[in-house]
C-alpha cells in the first residue's frame, strides 16, 4: 500500500512539472489553483510519509520491547510457579492459567497477579528453596516493565494507525485533483496528439520499487519534446504565480 502511494505522489510530481512547462498554453484561472492545491498535497504527503516511517520505527521497536519483557515475566513466572507449585501447592486453575495462556495479555496477567497473591504468603521461604529473598520484588519490577511496554506499543500503533489515516486521506485527495487535471490537459491539448502523447505517458503511475525523483523531461522523448518545444509560445517557462483567491 505505501509503495503504490508513493507512486501517486511522484507522478502527481511528474504531472505538476508537465503542466509548469506548458503554463502559457493554458486558459482560465482553475489550472493554476489546481497546481497550487497539488504543489501543496506534495509538501503534506512528503511529511507523511516521513511521519509513517517515523510511526512505524517506533510500532516496531515498541514491539520488540514488549515481546522482550512478557518473555522474562513468563520466565520468573514459570521459576515462581513451580517452586510454590511444589512446596506450597497452589490452585490448579491459577497454575493452568499462567501455563497456557500464552497469547492473552489480559489472561496472563490476571493470572500473573494471581500468582503474586499467593506467593506473597510464602516470600520468607523463598531461599530455602535456591531463589533470591527478593525475588518476588524482582518478579513485581518484570510485571510493571511489561505493563508499561505494553501501553507504549498500544501508544505507537494508535499513532501508526492516525498516520497511515492521514496518509490515506490525502492520497484520495491527491487523486482527485489529478483527475481534474487530466480532464483539463486533454481538453487543452485536444488536436495535439504530439503532447498528449507525452501526457499519456507521464500520467502513467508506476509499479513496483519507487524509483529516485528524477526531472519531469526525462519522461518526455526527444521527438516529442522537440515537437512540443517547436509549437509552444516563449513564455511558456514561466513559473506559475499564486492564484487570486479572489479570482472567480
Do not use: C, Y
Not at 482553475?30 to 504527503?45: D, F, G, N, S
Not at 517452586?83 to 497456557?100: G, K, L, N, S
Not at 497477579?113 to 519490577?141: I, N, V, W, Y
Request: glycine share 4%; net charge positive.
Amino acid at each position: 500500500m505505501v509503495t503504490e502511494q508513493r507512486h501517486k505522489h511522484d507522478n502527481l510530481r511528474k504531472l505538476v512539472g508537465f503542466i509548469q512547462k506548458r503554463v502559457a498554453r493554458f486558459t482560465g484561472s482553475r489550472t493554476p489553483k489546481l497546481v497550487e492545491t497539488a504543489k501543496e498535497l506534495l509538501v503534506v504527503i512528503a511529511q507523511l510519509f516521513a511521519d509513517q516511517d517515523g510511526a512505524a520505527a517506533d510500532l516496531a521497536t515498541a514491539t520488540q520491547a514488549r515481546a522482550r519483557l512478557r518473555d522474562q515475566m513468563r520466565e520468573q513466572a514459570g521459576v515462581l510457579l513451580r517452586t510454590v507449585r511444589t512446596f506450597a501447592p497452589i490452585p490448579a486453575t491459577t497454575a493452568a492459567q499462567v501455563e497456557m495462556n500464552g497469547r492473552s495479555d489480559k489472561r496472563l496477567l490476571a493470572a500473573v497477579t494471581a500468582l503474586q497473591e499467593r506467593a506473597s504468603a510464602f516470600a520468607g521461604e523463598l531461599p530455602d528453596h535456591g531463589l533470591p529473598a527478593d525475588f518476588l520484588q524482582t518478579f513485581s519490577g518484570a510485571v510493571d516493565e511489561f505493563e508499561t511496554a505494553r501501553d507504549a506499543q498500544d501508544k505507537a500503533r494508535d499513532a501508526h494507525m492516525a498516520a497511515a489515516a492521514a496518509l490515506d486521506q490525502n492520497i484520495k485527495a491527491l487523486m482527485d485533483v489529478r483527475r481534474k487535471l487530466d480532464v483539463i490537459v486533454r481538453n487543452q491539448f485536444r488536436g495535439d496528439d504530439a503532447t498528449l502523447e507525452v501526457w499519456r505517458k507521464t500520467r502513467r503511475i508506476g509499479k513496483g520499487p519507487v524509483p529516485p525523483p528524477q526531472p519531469e523531461s526525462d519522461a518526455e522523448s526527444p521527438a516529442t519534446s522537440a515537437t512540443d518545444s517547436a509549437t509552444k509560445p516563449a513564455t511558456e517557462s514561466a513559473t506559475i504565480a499564486k492564484p487570486d483567491t479572489h479570482a472567480a
